[in-house]
C-alpha cells in the first residue's frame, strides 16, 4: 500500500523481519571491538567535559543524575544547550544529527520557528496557562475532530500515561467490565495498571516494584501479533466479566519494535466487537507522525478510544489526550452535564493555552507541509542506507521501519525470550546484550548521532538527503569497527 500524505509508503512483511531477529537471537552478541570502544570513550572524557562534570554533579541532586528515560545515559548523559531541526548542540560545543527528536514530538524537526512565534506571541499576552477556557483549546480540539474520523470529541491531558488512564476509566465504566488487554512489550505510560508486561513479552508483573497486586490483578498481555493468543484471553474473560477494552499501538508494541501485520489491527477490532470489548488505539507515537489522521487513518481501522500524547503539543510540555465517539466521551463530561457517572480526570495543567497553542499550530504546519511524507521518506532513505550498511560488513542487524520510526537492532535484547525456569540464564544474557547496546549508543554518539537508546531513531522533516547521507557515513564508522 502507497499513500500520498502518510509516512509510510510501502508496508513492511513481518515474518521476514522476525526471521532476522530470531537469527540475531540466536548468535552470540557482535559488538564494537575493544581498542574501538576504547576510543568512543576517551571521545566522552576528552571532548564533553563539562556535561561530564555537570552531570557528576546532578547525581547527588537528582534520582541516577538525570530525570529523563530517553537521556541517554552511557557513559554519563550529555548536556544539550540548543537544538534547531535535524541538529542539537552540546554544552562543550559538539554538533550531533538528532534521531532522538525528544522522543518522538517534533514530526517538523526540532524548535520550528513557526511554532515557537505563535509559542511566544501567547506567553506575551497570556502567560502559560490561566486555569480558565482558552481558544487555543478549542482550535486544538476541533482541528483533531476534522482530521480523525473515530474522534467526535477530544479532551487534553497532561500525558500519554494520564490519558491511557483516562480511556481505561472510561472503557470500564462503559462496559460495566474490569479486564484490560494489552500487547506483551507494549509501553503505554507508567501507571500502576499499565506496568505489566513491559519491554519484554511474558514479564508479567516483573517491573511492577512498588505497585500492589490488585492494582494489575485485572490487567493482562497477550502475544504480539498473535490473533488467537488475543481470542484465548478474550474467550476466557466471557468466563470472568467480560473485557472492558483491547489496548495496542496500531504500528505494534514499542513503537512498532515489534511489527505487526497490515491485517491485524482491522482483525483485532473484529475480535474486540465479536467479544463487546472496546479497541483502545494508543496514538501517543504514531498520531500525526505516521500520517494526520494517525495509524488509524493508515490502517483504514477506526478504534473506540484514540489516545493522544507527544505531537499532540509539538514538543512541549503538556503533552496527552483522548478522543473517541460521542457516547463515550461524555462520560468525562457527566456530572458537568448530569444523566451518567463520571470518569474522573483532572489536571492543574491539562489543556493549558501553551500546549494547546503549540500542538495547534505544530499540527496545521505538519498539514501545510506535508510533514508526514517527508519525514517518513527520510527514514526509508536511513532505514535503506543502514540495511546496505549491514550487507556490506555482513553483520547479523536488523533494519527496519514505519516511516519516519526506524529500528536498529544490534544486541536484540528486548527480543530475548522470557524462560522462568532459567530465569538467572536469561538475566545474564539481558546484562550483556543491554550493555552492548548502549556501547552503541555511545559510539554513535561518539560519531555525532543521537539516538533513542542506541536502536531507535526518529526521523522530521528537517532530515534532508544530505543530512541523511551524513548520518550514514557516521553509521558506517561505527559498523567498520564491530569485531
Ligand atoms: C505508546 C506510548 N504510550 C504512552 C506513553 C506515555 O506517554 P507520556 O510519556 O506522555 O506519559 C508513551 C511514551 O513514550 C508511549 O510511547
New binding site residues.
Partial sequence: MSEAGFAIQSYHEVAPIYEKLDALLSQPILPIKREAMEKYISYFDNQCKQSKALSAKSINVIPGGVQHNLAFNYPFPLVFTKAEGAFLNDIDGNRYIDFLQA?GPTVLGSNYPVVKEKVIELLHDCGPSTGLFHEYEYKIANKICELFPSVDLFRMLG????A?MAAIRVARLATRKKKIIKVGGA???WSDQMVYGMRIPGTGRFEAHGIPRSCTRHTQEVKPNSLSSLERKLRMNVLRGGTAAVIL?PIGPE?GTRPVDYEYNRSVRELCNKYGALLIF?E??SAFRIGLSGAQGYFGVEPDLT?F??VVAGGYPA??GLGGKQDLMEYLAAGIQGGKKRAMVGGTMAANPLSAAAGYYTICEIEKNNACEKAGRAGDRLTHGLQMLIDKYQLPYVAYNQGSICHLETSGVMFIKINWLKIMKVLKEIKARKHMMEEMGAAYMAEGIVTLAGSRMYTSMADTDEVIDDALERFERVFKNIR
Fill in positions: 522522543g500525558s500519554g500515561t494520564e491511557v509501553y503505554h505510560g499501538e513503537s494508543d501517543v507515537v489516545v500524547g507527544k503533552a496527552g
